[in-house]
């Protein structure tokens, strides 16, 4: 009896963290050099809606930008299913600091749900 509790209760913990992970935020990311740092560019997945409260990397702070037309820094970005990041869209993440071609950097992105994103993003041009 004791072994059989025992396997179901590892049983549902196992499905509970896959079914977690299945859930998790992804990203693809590349960085664009401009003026005085980097535009991110690239995809951000999210399961479900949900609204990006901040950005980092080890080079600093980022700042969060809506740019239709003019940019400003605004405090999130709304993600829906997969949101596009970069020069072509409505939003964009800028880095500040000096960045090398080919240099990889981890950004860091915090979601207001509480879930924070890890991901390496290359260097372009």
């Not at 209760?9 to 990311?29: D, E, F, R, W």
Request: aromatic share 6%.
């Amino acid at each position: 009896m004791k072994y059989v509790l025992t396997t179901l209760l590892l049983g549902c913990a196992v499905s509970g963290s896959v079914g977690q992970a299945a859930q998790a935020p992804a990203a693809k990311l590349t960085l664009r050099p401009s003026y005085g740092g980097a535009v991110v560019d690239g995809r951000v997945f999210v399961p479900t809606s949900d609204t990006l409260v901040s950005a980092w990397s080890g080079v600093g702070f980022a700042r969060l930008m809506k740019c239709s037309p003019v940019c400003r820094v605004v405090p999130s970005i709304p993600m829906k299913n997969t949101t596009i990041l970069g020069s072509e869209s409505t939003y964009r993440i800028a880095l500040g600091g000096q960045f090398i071609r080919g240099q990889k950097v981890a950004v860091t992105l915090r979601f207001r749900s509480g879930r924070v994103l890890v991901t390496t993003a290359a260097v372009n041009r």
